[in-house]
């Protein structure tokens, strides 16, 4: 399967953050999750992607070719979606699909106007009227619409009621059906990313913790709730990070079955990935 999108080893500094070797890549009919804490760098990865912001190192490929944001032919091929629309508020919601219209050529104008039936968008509603969810439901519809091959999603659930994000969930699920398409969705909604995604990214204060498909890390990762004792007989390539709580400690460990072959009285429970990202960013790393 060729590989969409490939990140490798992107960099960017600002005078108080430093993203860094950030390197993943996301194969033809994969939804990638991206995900970490507020300020983790998400944005500006996805901004370093599209050359939004210049990139200090590292570089981007598309389907293996430089990713060339002055080239209209690759533009055309990458449907972006951030957390507001960028259109005049005076602007109607079909104005801005005739705006894309003229922008794309292969927009699709069926499909559009299936999509804003399908989301309940009014043609003549303007998009100073639009409340939050139905500004990024626009923003989705109109990324759909020219029948990309990469989305580029920075939070496109947040603000959605359940019943809409789970719409979207099945649209980006038929979208990566294709094989010759990829998303890259950036969320807090983990629960979301545990129901479509394939592989999963986290940051860290602008470092890459790990970028693993998404089932390894929910059936082989684990938490370990142990006392003092056992924790002092864990080795370090068990440990991936651990808090202490009152008399016991949580142990993330990249191999639940490992642990209870070797430890068979530990007790461990499967992971969530709110669980992962907090024990890396609240606990302490390694051993
Ligand atoms: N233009 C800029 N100038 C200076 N610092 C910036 C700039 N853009 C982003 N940053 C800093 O980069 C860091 C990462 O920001 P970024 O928006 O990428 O995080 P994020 O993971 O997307 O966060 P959130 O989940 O809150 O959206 C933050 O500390 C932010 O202040």
Request: proline share 3%.
């Given at each position: ?33 991206l995900?970490g ?5 998400k944005s500006?990865t ?140 950036s ?101």
């Amino acid at each position: 399967m060729q590989n969409i999108l490939e990140v490798r080893d992107l960099g960017r500094s600002y005078v108080n953050f430093r993203l860094e070797h950030i390197s993943f890549s996301i194969a033809g009919g994969t939804i990638m999750g991206l995900v970490g804490e507020n300020g983790a760098g998400k944005s500006t990865t996805i901004r370093g992607i599209l050359g939004l912001i210049r990139r200090e190192c590292g570089e981007v490929l598309f389907c293996g070719e430089p990713l060339n944001t002055d080239s209209v032919a690759m533009k055309e091929q990458i449907g972006v979606v951030f957390d507001s629309l960028c259109f005049s508020p005076e602007l109607t919601v079909e104005k801005a699909g005739k705006i894309c219209r003229s922008i794309y050529s292969n927009w699709d104008e069926a499909y559009f106007q299936e999509l804003l039936q399908q989301f309940s968008l009014l043609p003549k509603q303007k998009v100073k009227e639009l409340s939050r969810g139905m500004s990024m439901k626009l923003s989705l519809v109109l990324a759909f619409a020219h029948h990309p091959k990469l989305l580029i999603l920075d939070e496109p659930t947040s603000g959605l009621d359940p019943v809409v994000r789970d719409d979207l969930l099945d649209l980006f699920l038929e979208f990566v059906q294709d094989e010759e398409h990829a998303i890259l969705i950036s969320t807090h909604i983990t629960s979301d990313l545990e129901k479509v995604a394939d592989y999963v990214t986290f940051l860290h204060a602008g470092k890459l913790l790990l970028s693993k498909p998404k089932d390894e890390l929910l059936w082989q990762y684990g938490i370990l709730r142990c006392g003092e004792a056992l924790f002092q007989k864990l080795k370090s390539p068990e440990v991936l990070a651990w808090r202490k709580k009152d008399y016991s400690y949580d142990v993330l460990v990249p191999d639940r079955e490992a642990i209870l072959r070797k430890y068979p009285e530990a007790v461990i429970d499967q992971v969530t990935m709110d669980e992962i990202l907090l024990l890396y960013v609240k606990g302490v790393q390694g051993k």
